[in-house]
């Protein structure tokens, strides 16, 4: 199976929807920007967010499995993806990559 690369792109905070909707939490994301992971076996990294593994996963399996180009060539490089996490108030971007 191939590794698959994880990188945490861009991150986009809609502050009228939290003040609007979100109960006030002290702590909800862990991820920076440039942060990477790599999945071995289509599994999730130590230390990705749970959540955000649940909206790349099966991307992320289709990948390590030599699978791609995903929607008929969606994506300039056919063995890549570019996922956002299922946060509706922060949600962050991530480019996952087949690891040459």
Request: glycine share 8%; aromatic share 12%.
């Amino acid at each position: 199976m191939n590794k698959v690369r994880i990188t945490a792109m861009r991150q986009t905070v809609y502050h009228d929807l939290m003040t609007k909707y979100e109960n006030p939490i002290l702590h909800a994301c862990d991820v920076t920007i440039g942060q990477q992971w790599i999945s071995e076996d289509g599994r999730r990294p130590d230390g990705l967010c749970e959540s955000a593994w649940e909206s790349m996963r099966p991307f992320v399996e289709s990948l390590a499995r030599g699978e791609g180009n995903f929607y008929d060539g969606w994506m300039q490089n056919p063995m890549s993806a570019m996922i956002s996490c299922n946060d509706g108030f922060r949600p962050v971007s991530f480019y996952l990559e087949v690891c040459p």
